[in-house]
């Protein structure tokens, strides 16, 4: 029996599995769209918009991907983003530096990671009810600032706004002969880092590991010699620093602020994480996956667009859907697994 | 007797925020304002005479949330987790509502009942999908619920064809205000009415005891008989009629139905009622009682700094704090740290006297 | 030369908000001996490894390793000094690898260097001869290879102390033999073992010493070779062994030729294969087998606990349908479960709700006991019972697992079952507990109910039984009645052509 199962190839781990899944389903899914929709899918131009539209998105989803690995939950991180908008912005159009602009994002989403780590873990305090008050108080403190939207008006930031990279050989010809080359705005670079950075430290670092072990079993990882406490205390840290990058790649992409920024931001960031495979219970989890997962949920969103569905209802509606497919889908797999085990 | 009293201790220990909440926010509001809960009788414009004041105004102002809290604890305590489309669900059942009553040519006592049946059954459905996904294929509650949260909004909106219709009806103001010769808002009636029925149900079903063995221990739940998939699904369903209930008196306040705003949040509120209350967001032992108290402690609260003139958006930061302070306080290791403090003082002051 | 200490606790003491867990506990272990710890649940053996181990900080007294005073706040401490421990129930992570699981906690540098780890691993496992790969993911070992695993770790941890907390109660014989040869082996390399198992033969078999606390307190500190068996059992138990031997002789039991109550043909669920089944009126039978002989899986299709998928069903001479457990409780069948802490008591819940609970199943969704109703069902069972509990509304987690299981024995015997069926019903508990139970179900026997017995303790099923369905690899493979009903042959029958 155990000489048959050496001699065959490893079985994945449930993350690597459900990660799998996601990739696939991303990859049929804009397939289709480039056969079927044809139009803008046909340029690479149009993965460059998705990502320049959503690094934010991406940056906060890894963060959270972080927390829910641990087996916690952060919903704060939409607010936070949003907080950190306006306060560069308010700090900016005083006359502020852009390095400290980008210096008070971080302290923004530090001190939120600080307070949110101590109450959670020091002080044991349900993650859910904690991440809410921050999530009202990032809020708040947003509308507190400026009720009204406001407009970046800073050359120094204006130029870096303006920075984009260029990449000719992925760009197309256009009707009137000339190339237009791919464009990426630098918050993806730093998305891109971003996701590099945490992958690193999930996969290789004592750290990262700690992660796993901590949402797989708490009780076992606490045996195990593994400092709990500290270790959920740093995985908010993480989350909240990621927050503070977010607010400021948003700004370089919207260049403006209001009370309602990156609303409901923090839900599109657990659907992410979800549909890229982690799950809410901890321990099984990967920010490749999450990364696919942004990408997938935005992808639908402008598949419906492209194929005629302009009632405004409907990209929730099928985003809706989709999240549904792939909640389902993974109930089912990892049920099976689990029953194949038993047998 | 002996007993008696070991059950009241145990009761107040769960009620005890709650309830200390409520006291603190009361003295700080006479301390700030004397006058602040002073009832008086006005006559509104319908010649109705009407109770009026700060306290009336926490007390239906609360009646949403207060009858989504009850719902929330049974969900809570069954399934271990916390639906979050409660708003967007209370959209569809308001959405259906009105929908329902435009249809006819009239709007009389009969089609506010069809109405509210035909909005109550589409929320029970929705609850029933809910509950279906964490009862049958085993996915945690808020992940489930995540699905119609992110979509219910907009089915709402498509229900009601891409507009915010309005309802004028004396019936329709009645159930949002105040119905003639009743002094009381109808909302808060209303609440009243849904605590007795739960209170009911509670009293003649096994509801309780099974929905707590559910929520504390699934597998023994299941050996002992009991269908665990029954009891969440039930839960979710019970939850439904709630979320409908909530969604009409939402749509009765205003007169109208706006998919955005109606119930805008009100999922992050019935949670927190619910930890407010004292019960465990974990699942189990649960107390219904305190998360009504909890809802009423969350509109208070708005309603104070209201009063101190906080404009309505920044009102969540100063929420958030105080949010803060009291699960800090609740705090099981603080408590403990507190306890110890106490212990050691008394040590202290012990010595002192000795030397 | 051996007799160089390695571990020496002394006046250990630790209190519990309204107990005293431990009191005065004195505990030497030395450098190349197997030690093992005894006592009767609630004896403060738990409360001491816990104390060891970091879990629980000690309110008095001094801990020694090697001769130096230590202070152990927290599992890493206790790691750092040496002392590495596996518990029962697996405190691994499933959802990491087995090389993660070997490693984790204790890396040396920042980053993770995971070919290095598997190699590693790779070769420990080898050496040790544990039936897992380095890379693959935990959760899909067995619990037994998973328990080595953790073992694993602790010998590549270099460890000074290891402590086994009931590391035997899921494993198999094979898999007991293989862990005994490791004790060894580590015992060898002068590794001190603290050895805590409800096992009586197993501490005889391999340890060299015999710590046993009752009460917290410790009762006397033996070389194995000096304490016979029966001795040490009333050293556990506080009893002369007069009334021991007065204990033993309960074991009247009686052949039963009433009717049959129930009987299965080709039953089968997705855990077992198809068998036959019957058992009569006060019959008391028992089925008996290794781990994972089918024996706990049977009962539970009968139960309908799990999945059945065939097999025909006659209670009563009437033709029965059992897909789940309320079709079971209809039909008059209660069922105590293995895993007390899974699948029996509602932790949270008082004492009284515990007991009513499957009764309030059977009454229905729209019949509730009334509160005046259930008050006095649970003093009437605590009272027979003996259950040792505050008042009815103590939460049942905050009992002893004896009186827990006392609880749910309750539970069952409120609904007035026809057929009980008692899956370990004597495991994790005390000795006196255990003896109460026994006599019980030969009680229930004599007032006409059907009673099935499972345990691992053979002594004691023969005590009860008067039938025996032996079971192998899922298999029933031999019934003992009359005379044949000796350890002997059980043995024999349960090793199967395997002996011959």
Same mark, same amino acid.
């Given at each position: ?46 993965i460059f918009?998705?990502l320049n539209?959503n690094a934010s998105?991406i940056i906060?989803?890894c ?35 852009? =390095? !400290?602009?980008a &210096?008070?994002?971080?302290?923004? #989403?530090?001190? $939120?990671?600080?307070?949110? %780590?101590?109450?959670? *873990? ?38 870096l706004r303006n920075t984009k990279i260029e990449i ?14 791919a464009r990426m705005e630098l918050g993806v670079v730093i998305a891109f880092i971003c996701v590099i950075v =945490? !992958?690193?430290? &999930?996969?290789?670092?004592?750290? #990262?590991?700690? $992660?796993?072990?901590?949402? %797989?079993?708490?009780? *076992? ?24 990058i977010s607010?400021f790649v948003?700004?370089m992409h ?37 990364f ?52 | ?355 | ?500």
């Amino acid at each position: 029996m155990n000489d048959k199962m050496n001699k065959k190839k490893e079985p994945l781990t449930d993350t690597q599995l459900l990660m799998t899944i996601t990739i696939c389903i991303f990859i049929v899914m804009y397939v289709l769209a480039m056969l079927l929709l044809k139009g803008g899918f046909l340029h690479a131009q149009q993965i460059f918009d998705l990502l320049n539209d959503n690094a934010s998105l991406i940056i906060v989803s890894c963060g959270l991907t972080v927390v829910m690995i641990g087996g916690g939950i952060d919903i704060s991180v939409g607010a936070v983003t949003s907080l950190v908008v306006m306060s560069c912005i308010l700090y900016l159009n005083k006359g502020g530096n852009v =390095i !400290f602009a980008a &210096l008070l994002a971080l302290l923004i #989403g530090l001190a $939120f990671g600080l307070v949110h %780590g101590l109450l959670i *873990s020091y002080l044991e305090i349900q993650p859910f009810i904690v991440t809410l008050a921050g999530m009202f108080f990032a809020r708040g403190m947003t509308t507190i600032l400026s009720v009204n939207p406001q407009k970046v008006d800073h050359a120094g930031f204006e130029a870096l706004r303006n920075t984009k990279i260029e990449i000719p050989w992925l760009g197309y010809v256009a009707k009137n002969g000339n190339l237009v080359p791919a464009r990426m705005e630098l918050g993806v670079v730093i998305a891109f880092i971003c996701v590099i950075v =945490i !992958f690193l430290i &999930l996969m290789f670092h004592r750290l #990262g590991r700690n $992660f796993y072990a901590m949402g %797989g079993n708490q009780q *076992s990882a606490l045996m195990l010699g593994i400092n709990v406490k500290r270790t959920r205390f740093l995985s908010y840290i993480i989350s909240g620093i990621l927050s503070g990058i977010s607010g400021f790649v948003l700004m370089m992409h919207t260049g403006a602020g209001n009370a309602t920024n990156a609303a409901g931001m923090e839900m599109n960031a657990i659907a992410s994480s979800i549909i890229g495979g982690t799950l809410l219970t901890g321990g099984v989890g990967n920010v490749a996956g999450t990364f696919f997962g942004t990408m997938t949920l935005t992808t639908i969103k402008k598949i419906v667009v492209s194929s005629g569905l302009k009632d405004p209802w409907w990209q929730s509606i099928t985003t809706g859907g989709m999240l549904c497919f792939f909640i389902l889908l993974q109930s089912i797999v990892l049920g099976r697994r689990q029953k194949k085990k038993q047998a | 007797m002996k007993d008696k009293t070991v059950n009241l201790k145990g009761g107040l220990g769960q009620l005890t925020i709650p309830i200390i909440a409520v006291a603190l926010l009361v003295i700080f509001n006479l301390i700030r304002d004397p006058g602040f809960f002073s009832i008086s009788i006005t006559h509104n414009n319908y010649g109705n005479a009407v109770l009026a004041g700060n306290l009336i105004s926490i007390i239906n102002g609360a009646s949403e949330l207060a009858i989504l809290a009850i719902g929330m604890t049974l969900v809570t305590a069954a399934t271990k987790g916390q639906d979050i489309s409660v708003g967007a669900a209370a959209a569809i059942a308001g959405s259906v509502f009105v929908k329902v009553l435009k249809s006819g040519a009239e709007i009389s006592g009969g089609t506010v009942i069809l109405a509210f049946i035909c909005s109550c059954c589409v929320a029970m459905i929705f609850g029933a999908f809910n509950g279906t996904l964490v009862a049958v294929f085993n996915i945690q509650p808020m992940i489930a619920t995540l699905i119609l949260y992110t979509c219910g909004r907009s089915i709402a909106y498509w229900i009601n064809g891409g507009a915010t219709p309005t309802v004028t009806s004396p019936i329709i103001n009645a159930i949002g205000s105040f119905a003639p010769g009743i002094p009381i808002p109808m909302p808060v009636i209303i609440v009243i009415i849904v605590t007795i029925l739960f209170k009911l149900l509670f009293h003649f079903t096994s509801l309780e005891l099974l929905t707590q063995s559910v929520g504390i221990n699934q597998s023994a739940a299941r050996l002992n008989g009991i269908n665990t998939t029954f009891i969440k699904l039930l839960s979710f369903i019970l939850l439904g009629v709630c979320v409908s209930v909530a969604g009409i008196i939402g749509v009765s306040r205003l007169g109208l139905i706006n998919h955005e705003t109606l119930l805008l949040d009100v999922e992050m509120d019935a949670i927190l009622a619910v930890a407010i209350g004292g019960n465990s967001l974990g699942g189990g032992k649960f107390k219904i009682s305190g998360s009504i108290i909890g809802a009423y402690v969350i509109q208070m609260l708005t309603i104070t700094l209201y009063a101190m003139k906080v404009s309505s958006t920044d009102v969540k930061a100063y929420k958030a704090i105080v949010i803060v302070l009291l699960v800090v306080i609740g705090s099981p290791v603080v408590k403990e740290r507190f306890a110890k403090l106490m212990k050691q003082r008394k040590k202290l002051a012990k010595g002192g006297e000795a030397a | 030369m051996q007799e160089e200490c390695l571990l020496k606790l002394r006046g250990i003491g630790k209190r519990f908000p309204g107990v005293r867990a431990l009191h005065n506990v004195d505990f030497t272990l030395r450098k190349g001996e197997i030690h093992a710890l005894m006592g009767e649940n609630g004896a403060g053996k738990s409360t001491l490894i816990k104390i060891l181990t970091g879990v629980y900080q000690m309110d008095e007294g001094s801990v020694e390793v090697d001769g130096k005073a230590v202070n152990i706040h927290s599992p890493q401490d206790a790691q750092n000094n040496g002392i590495s421990t596996v518990y029962q129930e697996i405190t691994l992570c499933p959802n990491l690898t087995v090389a993660e699981n070997m490693f984790i906690g204790r890396e040396g540098g920042a980053w993770v260097n995971q070919k290095e780890y598997r190699k590693r691993a790779d070769e420990q496992l080898q050496n040790l001869n544990i039936p897992a790969r380095s890379s693959q993911q935990l959760g899909s070992c067995s619990l037994a290879v998973q328990q080595m695993v953790a073992i694993a770790r602790a010998v590549d941890m270099q460890c000074k102390v290891l402590i086994l907390d009931e590391p035997t109660s899921s494993l198999d014989d094979k898999e007991v033999n293989m862990l005994f040869s490791l004790m060894r082996d580590l015992k060898k390399k002068g590794v001190g073992i603290i050895f805590v198992t409800h096992f009586l033969e197993q501490v005889y078999e391999v340890s060299d010493r015999i710590t046993v606390l009752r009460n917290g307190q410790l009762v006397g500190e033996y070389p194995t070779s000096e304490l016979p068996q029966v001795q040490l059992v009333a050293k556990m138990m506080g009893k002369t062994l007069d009334e021991l031997s007065a204990l033993e002789d309960t074991g009247s039991r009686v052949e039963a030729t009433g009717e049959v109550f129930y009987k299965a043909e080709g039953l089968s669920s997705e855990e077992t294969n198809p068998f036959d089944f019957s058992i009569r009126k006060g019959e008391v039978n028992g089925l008996t087998g290794l781990l994972g002989s089918g024996r706990s899986e049977s009962v539970r299709a009968i139960f309908g606990a799990d999945k059945v998928t065939a097999g025909k069903v006659n209670i009563n001479g009437k033709e029965a349908k059992i897909s789940k457990p309320i079709d079971a409780m209809k039909n008059g069948i209660g069922y105590l479960a293995e895993d007390r802490k899974r699948d029996g008591i509602i932790a949270d819940l008082s004492v009284r709700e515990n007991i009513i609970l499957a009764l309030q199943v059977m009454n229905g969704f729209f019949k509730p006991i009334s509160r005046s109703e259930s008050e006095a069902f649970a003093d009437e069972y605590i009272k027979a019972l003996k259950i040792k509990t505050a008042s009815t509304e103590t939460p049942v987690g905050s009992l002893s697992g004896g009186n827990q299981q006392k609880v749910i024995l309750a539970r069952w015997l409120l609904t007035h079952p026809d057929y009980l069926i008692l899956d370990e019903p004597t495991r994790g508990i005390d000795v006196g507990t255990k003896l109460e139970i026994q006599k019980l179900v030969l009680q229930l026997a004599k007032d006409g109910v059907s009673v099935t017995f499972i345990s691992s303790e053979v002594e004691e099923m023969l005590r009860t039984c008067s039938r025996l369905i032996v079971m192998r690899d899922r298999h029933i493979v031999g019934e003992l009645k009359g005379n044949d009903l000796n350890q002997a042959q059980v043995m024999k029958t349960i090793a199967g052509g395997e002996a011959e």
